[in-house]
């Protein structure tokens, strides 16, 4: 199945781990290396596999999606050598929000997509969802970034503009792992 | 884990099917009786098995959904011995469209809360997602209902009603499965 993504944090992969962050609730174990696996992996031996697949979009329009696809660029570009792996979770009084209000909070009132539309063409970025995958998954979302070592301050700047939206109230769980490719 | 259900087809369960009939596309092979179970089941030796999970609404706003909680009862009724599992999926072009097209032709196009709304209290229902479940699955959502033997033409004008909508023309394969409890 080519939308599922297992991310394996281990002493393998490409890229290496710079630094991890817990910025909300507990951290992952600690690991050295990251590498990304199309598809589902069993991963023993590893510190941690997390697994998420790309879906269909929850809150963008088509008037939003126009401006994203013209401006965003795709995963594997060769002097993006910089990357970020972000797992959250949201709370419960998210998920019982009803769609409008999902959609008020996201957009109208924290402007995820008009942010993110800012480090374009910088910053690629590829969704993971984890929620439904119907097994306990410990994050609801796997977001993966890359970019060049020179765009780091530009993501960094990202990361925090994020963090401050009325959306990340209902962050219950955050951990950023920053990695540089060999 | 709690929200994962699986719809089990063979010899064995409460459920007796009367009538299987596929609307579109291929239909699923033949079963005598249905059981459905809470959580991941193997079901070697069924005919088929069908995964889903409950999950956060994806259209209801506040309104609607203060509407439908007041209104929909739940399942398992004692009286409501008939039930129907409705498997679909729909194409791609639905997936790639946007929220606000989506949410345009489910409601304001198609009325789906709203034709679900006139068939309150008689019908409850339960939509499971499988869409990313993150292995194949054969279909996109799994819809039970659960009725009184009384309701069963309401329940029949429920399904033309819904199948007439614009909505449906996005549905590429689905199979209508009426059952009787013992």
Redesign the interface.
Known sequence: ?SR?FTFIGGNDGPWRITSTRAIAGDPLPPALRVRVSAG?ESASGSAWAL?G?T????????L??TGLVAAQPPVGRPDATCAALVPISKDDSW??L????R?HIFEESSGHIRIGMDYLPAVARRLH?C??????EPYDFLTWFEFAPADTPAFDELLTRLRATPEWRYVSREVEIRLQRD
């Open positions: 199945m599922l589902d697994r697949l879906s269909n979009e929850r809150y963008v329009t088509r939003e999606k998920w019982n009803t769609q409008d209000e959609r969802h929620r439904d995958l119907g097994r306990t």
